[in-house]
């Protein structure tokens, strides 16, 4: 009870909770995200004002039209005109809330001339990320929890990232036009990061669209949204954004990898050579 | 007039056989409240293994069954079947008519009602378990990689759409054929008005849910490939045939309980139904634009954009019409005589939560911010907000308003109005810290949670486990009610209720307006 009661009043007052007890949603690092942030602010804003509009009339009447005062009831009961003026004024505001909805959307659904392709493929219960690029070794990994079962079962202490943090992060470069296409291998699954604001269902046979690009590095983590079974809540996303020559460097040492895996399958051993490579030798 | 009264059958073969629109609805209500518990229950097991985080008490799995069948039995077993109850004792009672156009099959309706739902509770013991795939059942989770229960799933489903469509017919009958003299259509009660434009709703989409259902029987058994790219069919086709039933559904939810409030607000306030002409329309209107706003579930399935802005424009215009709702009933109250007995409490409780639901329904409604919202908690408090602050406490105020006319006997108005504060405020304390988490981040329907939001769950769950508390009182004062409840026998057991049924003995007799009453004046009007 203590906590619930401390937690609530730090969520309220204190800024340093924020990462705790964060209420609101953030506006991330990227562009669209602050234009949503923005735009979510403005029509909460909006709901609030109508909405202390519209309950301190209904309050004072509470308080002023009440029986027990003696108050004696009036019988009117229908008025063209206010009932115009409510259809017509909450529709002008509307209007008004579409404009800056509709252009934030246009923003969303611009997936032209992305510098960096990566396909992402929700499998039950893992992601997996493919880079997608016209030449060199292709390089393709999946991303697994590695939240211990001892933490979840509570026999271990939690650490900090509890349920999100993977083995294989994605890794993007800053500064950098990225294209994701997501799409699914098994069930519906929904590919989320809240700091990049970016939520795009993963279908089993459709291919999806979605893009960002990121200013800051850092790290940036979300979960998957679309119930996809038993484990649903246990495939986290992890972005990691670096710079531009970090991110080669990356991508040189995974190609590396994956090339010198290539090698490996495409050799031709003879016994011998498969004993000493796999270290095995029984002799 | 009236030669033979009789009264009921004797023993269970009274409720097994009766025609009898008071006896059905009466069977509907404690239906739907045992569901209530039900559901009610399964929220429980949900919300204490939310109460950390960490996997404390069952396995993911099962936890994904409990909020299906909540979701299923809180939908289609609690709230449905009690608004049919309602209707059932109330609508021949406004209009004037002796019973129900088709009591026959009335009894059908109700009487196929609890074997579904004990074939979909019985899926809980059934070798891998119930249901798990969510009340929207998404495709393929719901097909191929369902548990063997999805079969028996489906059966229950067809079974409620059949059920609600043989209510629904006998609602619309009644309410064309049966009125009295006098009572034209823009006489009649506003939840008459409401319940007959929800009943062609549910006639309308019962059948596309049956359609989807059997889409995927045929999936799972028969070979085909509806929603499955492999074979050509495509998974987000069952998006969009659930949601054209889905959006609908959630009005067919919501405009009884708007009948109701709009019943409740102007005996409570002593004056006349604020803009009754303009609250028809705007039922209207809602339920109109209830056909064309279905894909605002599916923001992120990958729609192009036409679709998206379509749908987007189309969802916020609902505002419109939902405001001039609440615009009257606080038009209604104002500068009225108030008072506030139990049923007036649940209904301000109402205004006031539900248009906090509808402002996060508007937020909810444009695009590019679902894209954040979409599938977290925030969606959560919002639905909770329309319905149980919206549908479940209109619908308990409906309980308080005219148990008494029905029973002949008062219930315990200081019980009531705690039930209602301990409601009202374990509602808040479980929901509104839901839209906290989700602007935070946290997706819905999952059985655990990172660390950042764990202060606000156990707000959440200690919250639920208040309001569920509450409604034992609730259960608790009814029973005590009804049995040896403070008799009454005035026909106006309100001073400012209205309508044909306040003019009728209490408690109401078996058979009421055998012979068809004159309407003397306009109910809600003047
Ligand atoms: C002003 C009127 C309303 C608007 C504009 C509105 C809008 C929305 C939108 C856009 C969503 C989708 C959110 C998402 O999944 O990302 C949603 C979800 C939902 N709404 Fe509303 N809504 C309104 C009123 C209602 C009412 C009256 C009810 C029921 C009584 C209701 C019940 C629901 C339910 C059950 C869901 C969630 C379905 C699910 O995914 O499980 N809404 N609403
Ligand atoms: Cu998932
Ligand atoms: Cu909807």
Redesign the pocket.
Known sequence: MGRVFSGAVLAFLSPLAAAQNQINMSPGVTEIGADIFELHMLIMWICVLIGVAVFAVMFYSIYAHRKSKGHQASQFHESTKVEVAWTVVPFLILIAMAVPATSTLLEVYDNDEAELDILITGYQWKWKYEYLEESGEPVAFFSNLVTSQEEIYNTDEKGDNYLLEVDEPLVIPTNTKVRFLVTANDVIHSWWVPEIAVKRDAIPGFINEAWTRVPEEGIYRGQCTELCGAYHGFMPVEVHAVSRDEFDAWMAAKRGAAAAQTQLAMQTLSVDGLMDLTGKDDG | MGEHHHGPAQGISRWLFTTNHKDIGTMYLWFSFAMFLLGGFFAMVIRAELFQPGMQLVEPGFFNQMTTLH?LVMVFGAIMPSFVGLANWLIPMMVGAPDMALPRMNNWSFWILPPAFLMLASTLFMEGGAPAF???FYAPLSTTYAAPSVTFFIFAIHILGVSSIMGSINIIATVMNMRAPGMTYMKMPLFVWTWLITAFLLVAVMPVLAGAVTMMLMDIHFGTSFFSAAGGGDPVLFQHIFWFF?HPE??I??LP?FGVVSQIIPAFSRKPLFGYASMVYATASIAFLSFIVWA??M?TVGMPIAGELFFMYA??L??VP?GVKVFNWISTMWRGALSFETPMLFCIGFLIL?TL??FT??M??IAPA?FQ???TYF?VA??HY??VA??VFSMTAAVYYWLPKWCGRMYNEAMGRTHFWISFIGFNITFFPQHFVGLAGMPRRIPDYALQFADFNMMSSIGAFIYGASQLLFLYNVIATVVAGKPISDEKVWDGAEGLEWTVPTPAPYHTFEEPPLVPKPAGTI
């Open positions: 979701g969510g009340w929207t889905g959630v009005y939810i919501i309980a605002h579930h923001y969802t916020m609902i505002a939902t539900f639901g509808g329904g508007l909810l409604s679902d919202y979409h599938d969606v919002h639905f329309v319905m919206g549908a």
